[in-house]
């Protein structure tokens, strides 16, 4: 039998993981400013650590969910069913047991992390407290990500999403609503973790609920162990080289401009890259829906991977042509930097990187999919030494801009090669990959064009007009006629993938 999609469908499911993306965000963006004035900037500085931490349980369980995700996705037809609980079972044991070292790890270092970070007298003995919530925490937030990764596998975001809706919601509104009560760190700390853990429980049940009961007379088939921790592996070299090709050029920064650049260049990225939040919740979907359209008969794999192309394309682009036009007051007005390191240059050369960077989320989910995280690994590390040559000459030379434009042509070619990869992987790709380069060239153009108009003209007025043009390349251009069929007469509803 044939596996169909959520039971609302692609779009549906799109929506409900793009919520559960922005919860968390939106609850930071609330609760922040109250646990500023209430803990202070040294207490919140660690609380922000700690959350960064907690949020990092996709890096540390060495890549087990994902490969939980797709080895589900792929088992969920008939003649596979039998070995979905087999996999998960052995998946989850797999998370804990991760959880469980890392925990025992951070334990064994909480002294000198306390000490590494600077704190003092009685926020040291919180910090060490809150390094212990942690770690303790770490193997029931393991579990909770192979549970998820376990719905995400039978496309069950919506019940996903029940979970993480309000646990994201609440993971910064519950240690705001005690600052009145108490402004010690290890209870901002203990709040953070409890919610995460108690999300985590939800999703368990939820997970063990939706998972096929046990087949009478049908075996599980052979040990997933080495399948899960084959793939795994190389998701986890993949995170890693994708965290350094993110993250390293804030660091090269400080060594070859000055620190005081980096909360420029930093906060114009943030700014910029958050937009992914609706590329990425896409991928995720279409990950495991690509995943089970794994045979050669099966005609959807290329209208759904054009789906996912033009779907990405046209979150981002009318977003990031706002942005460029209203980059200025953005980081004036809302960040409070001025224009002394060329932020707002940074931000408009970063934005062409993010387009391609969101059409890169379509090729490297099919590469995953079809368990080939091996080839976007190696493409990943080969590209760390030339991106740190390009740095190395552009930043001496142009300074923060440098830095961007090499972000966006490392962003660019890791589009080109994940889009050739994945061709070769599954050549039913090669359709979707045409139409990724060309709406990718178009794409280039307008945000350079609304780039140039911005930068040449003072008045907003004229470069405002430039989002409603980049509209009508979207309605044009990208959405299929059953889109804006759909979207002319939202009353019309349909159970397919529209």
Known sequence: MKPSPGPRGLRHSTLWNGGAQVAPVASAVIAIPFLSRGLGEERLGLLLLAWTVVSMVSVLDLGVGRALTQMIAVRRSGARGAELRSVARIGVRISGISGLAAGLLLMALSGWITSAVGAEGGIQREASVAVVLVALGLPFLLVANAFRAILDGLERFDLSARARIPTGSLTFMLPAALVPFTQRLDVAVGALVAVRCAGGLVLGVMATRSLPGRIPDATAGPSPVRELLHLGGWVSVGNLASMILVYADRFIIASFVSIAAIAHYA??????????????????????????????????????????????????????????????????????LDGAWGGVSVLRYLAIGVFLNAIAQIPFSTLHARARPDVVARLHVLQLPLYFALLGWALPRFALVGAAISWTLRSGADMLCLLVAATRAEPRFRAAAALAGMLAFEGVLLLSLSIWIARETDALSISLLMVPVSGAWVWGRVLTPAWRDLILTPRRRSGGTD
Not at 275 to 301: K, N
Not at 309 to 317: C, K, P, S
């Open 267 to 336: 906060t114009a990225s943030e700014v910029v890259t958050k937009l992914l939040i609706g590329p990425i919740a896409v991928a995720g979907v279409w990950f495991p829906a690509l995943a089970r359209t794994g045979s050669p008969e099966d005609g959807d794999f290329e209208t759904l991977a054009q789906r996912g192309i033009r779907l990405v394309t046209a979150l981002i682009v009318p977003a990031l042509v706002t942005l460029i036009v209203l980059a200025d007051p953005v980081l004036r007005l809302w960040a409070g």
